[in-house]
Nanobody, 120 residues
Framework: QVQLVESGGGLVQAGGSLRLSCAAS?????MGWFRQAPGKEREFVAL????????YYVDSVKGRFTISRDNAKNTVYLQMNSLKPEDTAVYYC????????????????WGQGTQVTVSS
């Protein structure tokens, strides 16, 4: 059974940084990060292909967030810099067995979520 365990969320002031981690059991996957703010739909944030050679970001985080992975540890990271109050959300990592993209249904496994709160 595949498990995704996220960590690294918390409370930070605007302009600060956090690094989220997502450890996956089992095989290596294409991985993505999504987020959901209160009262809003889940939103794609970033993805990284299995090899780590290709990444993609939603426009609102480009230049501020960086997704990376360590396949030896089966762990994906989301480095979040210059955080803004509008980044406040529960962040979820997701793993896909096949081709992944920006849609949630392209992923097969999901973590439990970690709260990120950015104060102004």
């Amino acid at each position: 059974q595949v498990q995704l365990v996220e960590s690294g969320g918390g409370l930070v002031q605007a302009g600060g940084s956090l690094r989220l981690s997502c450890a996956a059991s089992g095989r290596t996957f294409g991985m993505g990060w999504f987020r959901q703010a209160p009262g809003k739909e889940r939103e794609f944030v970033a993805l990284i292909k299995m090899s780590g050679g290709w990444t993609y970001y939603v426009d609102s985080v480009k230049g501020r967030f960086t997704i990376s992975r360590d396949n030896a540890k089966n762990t994906v990271y989301l480095q979040m810099n210059s955080l803004k109050p509008e980044d406040t959300a529960v962040y979820y990592c997701a793993a896909g067995l096949g081709r992944i993209g920006i849609m949630g249904h392209e992923y097969d496994y999901w973590g439990q979520g970690t709260q990120v709160t950015v104060s102004s």
